[in-house]
């Protein structure tokens, strides 16, 4: 019997580590490492987000300004620098490459992994530990989401740290509390306050997850003074951006990018309910697996109070973030190692069965991507113009993927592996042309002046490795503007038959759910 081809041993095994165990870890790790590669390999940077994260990073490295982030040479105030600070360290030693930007924050992907493999391990044996490692690895979201240029996998990363802290903490291990500063500290310079709510409720509410503990005012005032400590460095980043960016800009970073998307969102505005739609998708495909429906061991996750720790760190987030009123998908990643936690303990204690869901899911995917492809040139309007052959390899993936039908663990890591392979596949082929603009970089001349008509997020900053800010004249200015640069390039997004110039684009491509048009300046004779 294995960790990866039993789904019924007991749900908290003795603590030695079996080459079951190690197999088990060895997949997830493996699993997370393949998606590093695939997203390196086979796709480009999504826009808007990564691009503009880039492009961020890029002007940290032209400026030479460590503290005072930039976008397009204005203040930026989003987010804290960390992982700026990360990909300029890479590119000290490789230079400004866009694959050592790119690695950065995608290590963190099996960063996370092994680290829910050591809560899970202080947590309830190192089998647990390592089947909760390769659900992480296995959720299809985390893995396409966190390989990303994006901070939810560093914050995912130290929220799970700051649980193995505090869980030591609890059990009056040393070094507990130093451990949960220390990722407190990292979570705040990656993603800023949101790190409290991954940690702090279950912080607030040891009592009902800890043991034996009599002396709670000594508990509360070590994590009062933990969470000051750890607040100082990004207290000191953020008071000396402000002081470099000026009065405005210090009230924009220190009060409105916190407390505007709490309560009344200047981007991403949802409502309550939001999220709970998205959970199939977050937890997919394990919902596919029979033991996640193990009613039984779910029901009696709360009478064993270490348990509690994952489910009110779990619960606790996706309140809070409902709540919040700026929502997005990636916004709960950070909850999903206390999920993968549950879900490896009631897929555990789960009786066995034949496991068909994973690869029924992996067909039906297959189908869907094969049609899609088939009926995009009819339907150009509605479907991208996928291409055939990764629909057919999703669909011929089932088959392996059935082949693994007696082992819960295997399938649900096949049936992720498989979509990520065809989906990282179809971008490579040029089937998602509304995210890939390397087609409009071939045609932008970087010496020449540019001017961006409407939005700008940085999404050709560091594409088109700019060394000055685009210009960014409204509709009224652009005549003038074209005047005085007749030998420059317009660039603009816009919806299809409100492009803001009368010529027709020499250069026109799909963008998201609009178009880019690419004009040169010089008026058309």
Request: proline share 7%; charged share 15%; hydrophobic share 55%.
């Amino acid at each position: 019997m294995t960790a990866l081809s039993e789904a019924g041993d007991a749900a908290i095994p003795d603590r030695s580590f079996s080459r079951a165990n190690a197999g088990a870890l060895t997949l997830a790790l493996s699993l997370s490492f393949a998606t590093l590669a695939l997203t390196l390999l086979l796709r480009g940077p999504f826009p808007v987000d990564e691009t503009r994260y880039l492009t961020v990073a890029w002007e940290m490295w032209t400026s030479g300004d460590k503290i005072l982030l930039h976008l397009n040479g204005e203040p930026y105030s989003h987010k804290p620098p960390l992982l700026f600070w990360l990909i300029n360290l890479a590119w000290r030693v490789t230079g400004p490459q866009e694959w050592s930007a790119r690695l950065m924050p995608a290590l963190f992907l099996p960063l996370s992994v092994f680290a829910t493999y050591r809560l899970g391990r202080d947590l309830a044996g190192p089998a647990l530990g390592a089947r909760a490692a390769l659900v992480l690895a296995g959720f299809t979201a985390y893995a396409a989401l966190a390989s990303s240029v994006m901070f939810d996998a560093m914050l995912t990363t130290a929220s799970v740290t700051a649980l193995i802290g505090l869980l030591r903490a609890g059990r009056r291990q040393a070094g507990g509390w130093t451990i949960f500063g220390l990722s407190v500290a990292i979570g705040l310079l990656a993603k800023g306050p949101v790190m409290l709510v991954q940690v702090l409720p279950a912080a607030l509410l040891a009592p009902l997850w800890v043991e034996g503990m009599t002396d709670w005012r000594r508990w509360y005032l070590a994590l009062l003074g933990t969470v000051l400590l750890a607040a100082l460095p990004v207290l000191g980043w953020a008071v000396a951006a402000a002081g470099a960016g000026g009065g405005e800009f210090a009230g924009t970073l220190l009060w409105r990018q916190t407390a505007g998307r709490m309560v009344e969102a200047f981007a991403h505005r949802r409502p309550f309910w939001f999220y709970l739609p998205l959970l199939p998708a977050l937890l997919f495909p394990w919902w596919c697996v029979s033991g996640f429906w193990n009613g039984a061991a779910l029901a009696s996750l709360w009478r064993e109070r270490a348990w509690r720790l994952p489910v009110i760190m779990s619960a606790a987030t996706l309140l809070i973030m409902s709540a919040i009123s700026s929502k997005q998908l990636h916004y709960l990643l950070p909850a999903l190692p206390a999920a993968a936690l549950i879900l490896a303990r009631l897929i555990s204690t789960a009786p066995r069965r034949m496991e068909f869901g994973p690869a029924l899911a992996v067909l039906v995917a297959g189908v869907a991507m094969l049609a899609s492809a088939l009926l995009a040139p009819r339907y150009p309007q509605l479907l991208p113009p996928l291409a055939v052959g990764p629909g057919l390899l999703l669909v011929a993936l089932a088959l392996p993927v059935w082949a693994q039908r007696r082992h819960a663990w295997r399938a649900g890591a096949g049936a992720t592996a498989a979509l990520l392979l065809a989906g990282f596949l179809q971008a490579w082929l040029g089937g998602l042309p509304a995210f890939d603009l390397t087609p409009l970089l071939a045609r932008i001349d970087a010496t020449r002046s540019i001017a961006v008509v409407g939005i700008y997020e940085g999404e050709i900053g560091y594409l088109a490795r700019l060394t000055q800010p685009v210009d960014l004249p409204g509709e009224a200015e652009l005549p003038a503007w074209r005047a005085a640069h007749s030998d420059g390039q317009i660039l603009a997004r816009f919806h299809a038959g409100e492009a803001p110039v009368a010529e027709l684009p020499s250069f026109e491509q799909p963008f998201m759910k609009q178009r880019l048009g690419l004009w040169s300046a010089a008026p058309a004779r």
